[in-house]
């Protein structure tokens, strides 16, 4: 790997400045849901073992280059130190003063948490005197947010260019997880693509083709597809705009020797909502007025059937419409097998990407899953193939 982790730095009476995503929900000043926060904690721990005063940079919500008070990281703080179970020291500045009167105040085994890095107009524009001010607060620099690496940032990319620069834990595991699902996995390789639109994951798909053995197309991206090939879909979502580009895609995924799998039946309603009437129809006989919101079960056993031919899944999106059942059954089905094969040791299996965490949640099976990345738009970037900044600055 290109990148230094924890393991790589002498951090003994170090101050490290750590960049983490505790971009956290949070509804009247309280934080709603603290799983962010319990993630940075293996990182945290890690640093203080080693000897290092840990010191957290941090977004928070979008302020836009401006102070605003309802964003400041001093609401995240009480639910931080809960966490962590460690005394939390709030800097009310990322840089300067307050900052430095912070880290000083802090003891050995105590965090220090720095406000609001987009409270700093050069936060988002990568501002190199801001990262330098940054900088000079500490010894070496630690990140642990791959979720905002494909933001090029002061905290996220230009810090790493002024002190030594290591990936945290989580970033670690995370980088971990995707190379072996797309860097260096191992063969065959299933990816499951599904979601509403072809057009928002355009990029996603072509370079999968070149990536992986088999490409399973869902939801309503599928869909567009289908209509590519001549089928009508009734009153369904598709974008017929966009034929085109989908036989594209089809031609690419050929001469890369991708075989692609599109729904063979689905489930097709009048209208899209809860109790709406349903039936399965092989997928070329969707009736004029009906869509279809799900993949069928012969679908998901022609799937089902990939699965277990496969050492390495890689999923983003639903394959139908998951949040009304029972347009849920077809993603629910799928997830469990794959939960299933990767917890008998027949898949390494990784998902990530918007609403693909919610539907594996949703179908209980997140859990057996040998990553699943929360990362959304670092994730989808990364399926792209593109290169995020704030990984590549660790390698530099
Ligand atoms: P995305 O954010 O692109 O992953 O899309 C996820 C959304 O696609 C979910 O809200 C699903 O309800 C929706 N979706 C999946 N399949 C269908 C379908 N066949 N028709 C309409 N919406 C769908």
Redesign the pocket.
Known sequence: MAWKTIDDMALANKVVLTRVDINVPMEGGVVTDTTRIDKIRPTVEDIIARGGKVVLLAHFDRPKGKVVPEMSLGHVAPALQASLGRKVVFGSDCVGEPARDAIAAAAQGEVVLLENTRFHPGEEKNDPALAAEMAALGDVFVNDAFSAAHRAHASTEGLAHHLPAAAGRLMEAELRALDAALGTPKRPVVAVV????VS??LELLGNLVTKVDHLVI??????TFLVAQGVEVGK??AERDMAETAREILAKAKAAGCAIHLPVDVVVAGE?KAGAASKTVAADLCPADQ????AGPATVAALTKVFEASHTLIW?????????PP?DAATTAAAKMAAALTKAGKLVSVAG????VSALNHAGAATDFTFISTAGGAFLEWMEGKTLPGVAALGA
């Open positions: 599904g979601g509403a639109k928002t994951k869902g939801g309503g991206m599928a869909n369904s979502l899209f869509m279809i919101l799900d983003n999106g639903p394959l139908g419409a998951f949040e009304i347009f990407g918007g609403d693909t």
